[in-house]
């Protein structure tokens, strides 16, 4: 009588599945970090468009704008939302959540610059 030996034994199955454990264990932690850093690299792309943005505004309005312009106050990205100086798409990250944070000016270097938190009140 000839037996029919097609298939996989328990051994082998079992041995093809730890290997694959062992590929998933050293790939998630390198797929974790990557996008991290993805998130991280996008949310500094956009708060270099709301100071962009922010930057445009303020040199169309210098003359409404002298206290932000003299570093007295900044602008929070809900007060930016607000007034619809920045797009609503600038604002808000790949989760959909706002961008927490300000602009101000810097007179002295003569820069604009993000921060979070913000150290400088409100411009009302």
Same mark, same amino acid.
């Not at 998630?28 to 956009?46: F, G, L």
């Not at 106050?73 to 798409?89: F, G, N, R």
């Given at each position: 009588? #000839?037996?029919?030996?097609?298939g996989? /034994?328990?051994?082998?199955?079992? @041995?093809? =599945?730890?290997?694959?454990?062992?590929?998933?264990?050293?790939? =998630?932690? *390198?797929? /974790? *970090? &990557?996008? *991290? $850093?993805n #998130?991280?690299? +996008?949310? +500094?792309? %956009?708060?270099?468009?709301?100071? &962009?943005? /922010? %930057?445009? !505004?303020?040199? *169309?309005?210098q003359?409404?704008?002298?206290?932000?312009?003299? @570093?007295?106050?900044?602008?929070?990205? +809900? %007060?930016?939302?607000?007034l619809? =100086?920045?797009?609503?798409?600038?604002?808000?990250?790949?989760? @959909?959540?706002?961008?927490? @944070?300000?602009? !101000? !000016?810097?007179? /002295?270097? $003569? &820069?604009?610059?993000?921060a979070?938190?913000?150290?400088i &009140?409100?411009?009302t």
């Amino acid at each position: 009588m #000839k037996l029919n030996n097609k298939g996989f /034994t328990l051994v082998e199955l079992l @041995g093809v =599945i730890i290997i694959l454990i062992t590929i998933l264990l050293i790939a =998630i932690p *390198s797929i /974790t *970090s &990557t996008i *991290s $850093r993805n #998130k991280d690299q +996008e949310i +500094e792309a %956009k708060q270099e468009l709301i100071i &962009t943005e /922010t %930057k445009l !505004y303020v040199e *169309s309005h210098q003359r409404l704008e002298e206290n932000f312009l003299n @570093g007295y106050c900044s602008y929070t990205t +809900e %007060k930016l939302q607000d007034l619809s =100086i920045v797009s609503e798409d600038n604002l808000l990250d790949s989760d @959909g959540n706002l961008i927490v @944070g300000c602009v !101000y !000016y810097d007179p /002295t270097q $003569r &820069t604009y610059h993000f921060a979070n938190p913000c150290t400088i &009140t409100s411009c009302t």
